[in-house]
């Protein structure tokens, strides 16, 4: 009876599995990455554990999930404050794909950079048209949310993994040089989209507690990831893509790492205006995923940028940054724990499993 129990409830998570999940991978990975370079080697390699795990769990339920319940999986596609979410696999791909290659697992980064830069060119014309442009629903408008810019995260995503990549494909040099300012550039004007959209949004219709979500932190984390893009591409080999825009790239990277600094503020005081000023209860929900994962990218962009443009200062932001990430996982990660106990292992109101006779006086 109880495996019974635990096969429909199994089912009904992956069900109703948020689309955005993947998250999950980027935060741990990100947050590896920076642990990596700032020479915290244990809770790297245990963070890129925990990264490459989720990862194959979750390859596994999604593709149960678009076998199963192929239906839930085109209704998420169609719904433009959920499908942006699908996003978060090209960007976990590849953050996997980078951190795989600090331990020198070259071919499987170039696998998964060739996998997600494929999904992220269909999905990058599916979704806006599922969700956007071929939809019935009226206002869409009134949908737009932070998820929309995760859209940017993964295209930045792609141009990072490419830029790691160069120096291993010396062969590929050029080519892996135009995918990487290519998707750059592309992501810096879907940001610019996004922006106007989500904006228009909230001065269009009325702002309530209840909408000011996680998603909106990757707002920043997008601005984050473009900046490590950028310092990536900075630091690529000669090669004529990179030759022509190193200059804009480098300066355009200070300029958005400013702004994504600037962004703190109002974010935390959308947080604290939701769940402190019209008590909102912060409850587990794997959309919290959303706020660690710009945390560990802002810290990573500043390392990366400190680095690559020689600012000490920067460096030294985002050094101290990584610690309110790792602090930021390990609460999310063990609220997402109790809430697979709670959810799926043993329910409230479950009672204890009898003891075995057989193992009675």
Known sequence: MCRVDLSSRSGAAVRTLA???????????????????????????????????????????????????????????????????????????????????MEGWHSTAAVLLLFAALTWLVLGYVIPWTAVLGTTKRPVLAKANGTWFIW????????????????????????LAAVAVFTWAVGLFLYAAAGIFVGARMLQYPLRPTDLTAPYWVAMGACSIT????????????????????????????????????LFPPLIAAGWWRHRVHKVPLTYDSSLWSIV?????????????????????????????????????????????????????????????????????
């Not at 990455?33 to 915290?40: M, T």
């Not at 940017?152 to 080519?175: F, G, K, M, T």
């Not at 940054?321 to 063990?334: S, Y």
């Open 152 to 175: 940017v995260v993964a295209s930045e995503s792609v141009a990072i993994a490419a830029a790691a990549l160069q120096p291993v494909y010396q062969e590929l040099d050029r080519l």
């Open 293 to 361: 994962f710009p945390l560990g990218m802002y810290a990573v962009a500043g390392i990366y940028l400190g680095r690559a443009d020689e600012l000490p200062l920067v460096g030294a932001v985002g050094a101290a940054e990584l610690w309110v990430a790792m602090a930021a996982w390990l609460l999310v990660f063990t609220a997402m724990l109790r809430h697979l106990w709670t959810t799926l292992v043993r329910p409230r109101g479950t009672p204890a499993p009898a003891p075995s006779d057989r193992n009675a006086p």
């Open 227 to 262: 900046v490590v893009a950028g310092a990536q591409i900075v630091e690529m080999s000669d090669a004529p893509m990179v030759d022509a825009t190193r200059g804009l790239i480098a300066g355009l990277a200070v300029v958005i790492w400013a702004f994504a600094t600037w």
């Open 19 to 101: 689309p955005g999940y993947f998250a999950l991978v980027m935060s741990s990975g990100i947050i590896s990455i920076g642990a990596h370079l700032r020479g915290f080697d244990v809770a790297s390699v245990i963070l890129l554990i925990v990264t490459a795990v989720s990862y194959a769990v979750l390859l596994v339920l999604s593709i149960w999930r678009s076998i199963k319940f192929r239906h839930d999986l085109y209704d998420d596609m169609a719904d433009s404050s959920r499908a942006f979410g699908f996003f978060t696999f090209i960007a976990g791909s590849n953050v996997l794909g980078v951190r795989l290659m």
